[in-house]
């Protein structure tokens, strides 16, 4: 094993920013600014070996075998929401989309750009987040960068991500590998990241206790693998949600998918907020959700193996079946009507 | 989820699908005014459990579908006049004018702002004193009462930077149109349970009796909306034309009188123009004279070109029930929700992107042609 070992991290943030500081253009020159920011801020945040080595890359030891590889960026407002804020966004992000490669997350990459005039003391809370969302997920922050854009040119701060992670398994996870008979599993109820980042807009008054369900998804994927189970695709259900992550599948292999609308997890107050926004949840955005599908006949262990690892709401949801046809849904009143992709971002109606 | 999930019950809706049957001995159409029952008939495959002898239509209640072009073009001339912030409902936001849309507007760099209500409208302009905030104010008499308030506390708070670009209709007038028409073939009405939350339904009772036509005050869930049906059925089948309220955990007959006090107020009746039907006498509010000083059209002058509907677009027929969008040549061609020519493929509440939405894949597009 050539893993990064683990990270050392201190409970407070090693430097405080006064109030009122704020990012200046000079924070991405090249400068002393820019030294002081990386070696008060991001080195000692992420501290691992490969960042200390101060390089302009980040030189790592790989095993022989396959390595997943990923990049993700995040662009999110607001920064901070309910449950979660751009920094665990963006390592969450990343380490989930290795997670569906089958990968054991290990490296992740981050290029910040930052607006003129950002808050230092926001940054920092954007790096604490990030630095805990790391621990949470077993990876490090190796390599990284900064620029700085003028004020009015960004939209305070965006984040890239990219992330390497090894392949364990020999399994190819891949929606070629999806056959008919397949069973559809979800790994937790839906909607909330999506309604959460919503309920925080400053233009959308309404109140509600919803946070978002951003998180790490390596551990019950590999749990899933562990475990011997045999799972042929996973995807998470980030933009467009479960109803365009399955519409995707289905097309990529050539299959069809009936979904049972009353064994679809949502939360009371997902299905609320749904109802009288004019949304539907299936559509809605997720940033700690996963669908999974493997052979109905390792449906049962694959759950209870996903409640072991912390998805204790994985429920399955549907059937892989043999025409081509895309996505069906059987409605709680028993019909069935094709589910589609959305277009465009979902609008709220008006009554 | 109490209040939706019993309204969603299979067993209830069989039962309620098995009494229209044995109800239905004639052949009858009935429309749905409103455009949130078009979407749960189209979600839910309502009129797939309905006998042959039944036919649901679907009318004209979708409130950003019958917004005409020439106010979305006043809109985005608000939008990009400087200092101003143009407030909308979001489903208005991708709703052609005759030179594209709010979101056009945005992307060419006007200030559109999505809300939820007019009074988040009238708190952006609470928090930016120095530019002039516009609420599009459309919608049946759901969303009025809304803007009443908006309206009503921005004299009484005295913010001056605010204004609103009143484009609401209003539903019974809608209703005597289509019954007028020579091409009508609507036989009964399902009426908006929430119109009705707030209007009550005495207004109804007149059309019913002039046009002998049955009128359900009807709710929006499958056992609302086959109730409705199967009361209007009955109503048909025993040659009765009588306002009935199947939404009775909402409507009262004289509905939300202090929503209706506000809306005297605030509003008065003037002839409103509608996308794809055409201008009709008394079917909307405007500011009322005490309110005139609300009026952004007179604030900003916005220019809009005459008025003209895409000739590619059978919007207006669609509107009164007098084609499926199926029918449109351009449906799902030329005209999609990424595309839209009219109105009716935009809103969730639109019937064409409703039939895009849940009948387009050829399995099922089959059973439409």
Known sequence: MNRTPPLDFTATCPVQAAPGDRVRLAHGGGGALMHRLIERLFLPAFANPALEARHDGAVLEVDAGRIAFTTDTFVVRPLFFPGGDIGSLAVN????????????????????????????????????????????????????????????????????????????????????????????????DIGRHGLAVLAAREEIAFATTLESDCAPLARPVLAMLEAGIEVHCLRDLTRGGLAAALIEIAEAAGVAIELDEAAIPVSEPVRGASELLGLDPLYIANEGRFVAILPESEAERAQAVLARAGCAEAARIGRVQACAGGVTLRTVIGSRRPLDLPSGEQLPRIC | MKYLDEYRDARAVEALAAAIRRTARRRWTIMEVCGGQTHAILRFGIDRLLPETVELIHGPGCPVCVTPPEAIDRAIAIARAPRAILASFGDMLRVPGSAGSLLDARAAGGDVRMVYSPLDALELARRNPSREVVFFAVGFETTAPATALAAKTALAEGIGNFSLLVAHVLVPPAIEAILSSEANRVQGFLAAGHVCTVMGFEEYEPLARRHRVPIVVTGFEPVDILEGVLLCVRQLEEGRAEVENQYLRAVRRRGNEAARALLAEVFQVV???????????????????????????????????????????????????????????????????????????????????????????????????
């Open chain 1, 93 to 188: 992000g990343t380490v989930n989309d290795l997670a569906m490669c089958g990968a054991r997350p290990l490296w992740l990459s981050a290029g910040f750009v930052l607006e003129e005039g950002f808050p230092l003391a926001d940054l920092e809370r954007i790096v604490r987040s990030m630095r805990e969302a790391a621990a949470a997920a077993g990876v490090a922050l190796v390599t990284g960068d900064t620029k700085v854009v003028e004020a009015g040119k960004g939209d305070g701060v965006f984040v890239n991500t990219a992330g390497i992670g090894r392949v364990e398994t020999a399994l190819e996870i891949a929606p070629r590998a999806v056959r008919p008979g397949d069973a559809v599993i979800v790994s937790g």
């Open chain 2, 271 to 369: 002839p409103r123009r509608w996308r794809g039907i055409g201008e009709i006498a008394a079917s909307g509010l405007g500011l009322s004279p005490a309110y005139a000083a609300l009026d952004a059209e007179a604030r900003f002058a916005p220019a809009a070109r005459p008025p003209a509907d895409d000739a590619r677009c059978i919007a207006g027929l669609v509107l009164k029930g007098a084609r499926r969008p199926p029918a449109c040549p351009s449906f799902g061609s030329a005209c999609t929700p990424e595309h839209p020519l009219g109105a009716p493929m935009v809103s969730s509440e639109g019937a064409c992107a409703a039939y895009y939405r849940y009948r387009r894949q050829p399995a099922s597009a089959a059973e439409e042609s």
